[in-house]
């Protein structure tokens, strides 16, 4: 299944996420213990109260390391002011998106999520830097010296943008279950051995990527395309920009319209990726130099294996 699902676009995946694996992933996270959990799998997971009307989260823009964040939060929006109250969240599941890195892509599942745990944590997402598209009230980079000085926007650049944004918005005791999806699964990887006194209970890793990206059957495709005609793919999105943003819906619309289930919130985050701005930046997450891996991580003392077994080679 994972094979066939790395075919797939970003918004396609993300409704896959949306509507099969909510259940899933709450079993995996349920082994943090009932201290976080507050509640066992049946009792969430059959409270009449997980089922309603959705509540739209509190979408909220910050610079972080110079550069402009969207940030998507269901419960507390200042965890250092709730650490303050009578009853402090206990745990802060955060979300560490793909690519791209927008987390309008994200909203029913960490609705699902935030109802799952029956509201009693927190659940937040961080973009990456400048892949939002920022109001207008915001400029996409606050401080340009920094982005001249330091690669923000590349792969090296995200994982300490996160870890940024750690520092400043969550207070250092708190308990964190990490979630990637994709890119976002090395990045916490790389998160946590940067910091390893970050409190991570749990990190939960959706279709992740790691390392060797070119020999994936979507690596193999976008790796020729990112190398040799980068540039050229700014021209079409470009010309798609100028269009009125009605008709940008529109043609979302008609892209996605042979999806077996369209979950209408990512309608509005797919729109989004119609902006010359963020395109290069996207495009700088992914280290697509022909034969280099994108990680060689070490965790306890055991290497990957030589082949991700999701690989096509692998399964030959």
């Not at 082994?31 to 309603?52: F, H, I, K, Y």
């Not at 009853?87 to 109802?115: D, E, H």
């Amino acid at each position: 299944m994972v094979l066939g699902l790395r075919r797939l676009p970003v918004n396609v995946i993300t409704s896959i996420l949306t509507i099969r694996l909510p259940s899933q992933t709450f079993k995996i996270i349920s082994s943090v213990g009932p201290e976080l959990r507050g509640a066992d799998t049946v009792d969430v997971m059959c409270n009449p109260g997980s089922e309603g009307h959705r509540e739209d989260g509190t979408v909220e823009y910050v610079y972080c390391r110079g550069v402009v964040t969207e940030l998507l939060k269901y419960g507390p929006t200042d965890l250092h002011a709730s650490s303050k109250g009578p009853n402090p969240p206990k745990l802060l599941i955060l979300v560490i998106p793909g690519n791209p890195g927008v987390v309008g892509f994200y909203k029913t599942y960490m609705w699902t999520l935030y109802q799952t745990f029956l509201r009693r944590y927190p659940v937040w997402a961080v973009s990456h830097a400048g892949h939002c598209m920022p109001p207008d009230t915001f400029d996409m980079i606050e401080d340009a010296s920094v982005t001249e000085e330091e690669d923000v926007f590349g792969l090296d650049g995200q994982i300490e943008h996160k870890l940024a944004f750690l520092r400043k918005h969550v207070p250092r005791d708190t308990n964190l279950l990490l979630i990637g999806h994709s890119i976002g699964c090395y990045i916490i990887l790389e998160m946590m051995k940067r910091d390893p006194e970050l409190k991570v209970v749990k990190a939960v890793m959706l279709f992740p990527t790691i390392e060797r990206m070119a020999c994936s059957p979507q690596g193999k495709v976008m790796t020729p395309v990112l190398c040799r005609l980068r540039y050229a793919i700014y021209l079409p999105i470009f010309l798609l920009s100028l269009l009125p943003e009605k008709l940008k819906t529109s043609m979302v619309h008609l892209a996605l319209r042979n999806l077996y289930v369209l979950d209408n919130s990512i309608i509005p985050a797919t729109v989004s990726l119609i902006n010359v701005d963020c395109a290069g930046e996207r495009l700088s997450v992914f280290p697509v130099c022909p034969g280099r891996r994108v990680m060689d991580v070490v965790m306890a003392g055991e290497s990957l294996p030589k082949r991700p077994q999701w690989s096509p080679e692998a399964l030959v």
